[in-house]
């Protein structure tokens, strides 16, 4: 078994590379991924010893949570995942809709229970915050069910700095979930020092650009899902991104490893950062994703990445 790695003061351990579960179930980035590939990228996921899997409600929306429990009920081996799943979406009302109340998160929370087919949460996250609840009284609901052993560690994601450190006020956060790649590195300054500062962990995602960062897209691919609409993927800007992510080439053959394993391996040399979780479409990918642990990059690598991304 790879090195474990705790997830902020938690107490819980993971394998560094984990697994993203966004596309398990059809999600909105993400809608034609058949339900038994998803099913099998969960169960690769589990036997090859990758045993962080991230979830939420709105992936699916429900379906993820479902599919996620499924496998991991069926496999018998509940205790070795840290599943993390996410909530704050109301439901009848749309995508960008969100409620941080202690009794909707309580809601929320038991629902998820039931889809996840399990009677505790490793993490539970905050998927987006709300207008108007205090986020120090939300992240006390939390508290609240983890007092109850209904969930096991706390998370919150797409907070801004400030919403994050209203959030910790009383030192209950063990994870940030937050976007960061190589093509966006603003949570850097927004984030890393107060995480590392206050004991938490930063958790990226869309750690590959959503696959522009695994190095095999050429200026003819081709998107048939949301990503063909996000302007990253588009003309001049689709293009620039390659040649950006190009750069990486060269380091990457000499070390005898793909693009991708050089991306999600610098991202664990950075202090704020103790695991990933890279989402996939195909099981051969979960396997892949898992070489990045034999990749060692040298202090003059890491800092050549940081200079050619700067
Ligand atoms: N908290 C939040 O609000 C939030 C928001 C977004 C995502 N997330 C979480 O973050 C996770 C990761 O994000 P993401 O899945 O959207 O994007 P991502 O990890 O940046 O990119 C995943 C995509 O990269 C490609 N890929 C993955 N492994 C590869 C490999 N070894 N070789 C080549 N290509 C590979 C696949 O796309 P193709 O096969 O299509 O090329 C895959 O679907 C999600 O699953 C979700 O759990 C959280």
């Known amino acids: 078994m790879s090195k474990q790695v705790e997830l902020g003061n938690s107490g819980l351990f993971v394998n ?11 999600h909105n980035l993400y809608p034609n991924l058949d339900e038994q590939t998803g099913k099998d990228l969960v169960l690769t996921a ?9 979830t939420a409600f709105i992936y699916g929306p429900e379906r993820s949570e479902e599919l ?21 979406h109301k439901p009848e009302v749309g995508r960008r809709a969100y409620d941080n109340s202690p009794s909707f998160l309580r809601s929320q929370v038991e629902a998820s229970l039931k889809r996840l087919q399990t009677d505790y949460i490793d993490l539970y996250y905050i998927h987006y915050p709300d207008e108007h609840t205090p986020k120090d009284e939300a992240v ?39 976007e960061y790649n190589l093509l966006n590195r603003s949570a850097e300054q927004d984030f890393f020092l107060y995480a590392t500062e206050h004991g938490i962990s930063f958790v990226p995602y869309f750690p590959l650009a959503a696959g522009l960062l695994a190095g095999k897209y050429t200026p003819d691919t081709t998107f048939d899902d949301l990503r063909k609409d996000k302007p990253d993927f588009q003309g001049a800007a689709f293009r620039e991104n390659l040649k950006k992510v190009e750069r990486l ?7 005898g490893a793909e ?24 099981p051969s990918q979960v396997a892949d994703n898992l070489k990045t642990l034999d990749v060692r990059l040298t202090e003059e690598e890491i800092n050549e990445i940081d200079r050619l991304f700067s």
């Open 68 to 88: 996620v429990g499924e496998v991991v009920k069926a496999s018998g081996r509940r205790q070795e995942v840290v599943i993390a799943t996410k909530g704050a």
């Open 259 to 282: 693009v991708a394993h050089v991306v999600l391996a610098w991202y664990l040399t950075r202090n704020a950062i103790d695991a990933i979780i890279p989402g996939a479409k195909k």
């Open 140 to 178: 006390g609901a939390l508290k609240e069910l983890k007092d109850e052993g209904k969930i096991r560690a706390i998370g919150v994601s797409n907070f801004s700095p400030d919403q994050l450190k209203e959030a910790n006020k009383d030192g209950y956060v063990d994870v940030f979930q937050g």
């Open 249 to 255: 080439r060269p380091i990457a053959e000499a070390k």
């Open 16 to 26: 560094p590379v984990g697994l993203g579960t966004n596309a398990v179930g059809g």
């Open 46 to 54: 589990i036997d090859q010893g990758m045993n962080f899997l991230d």
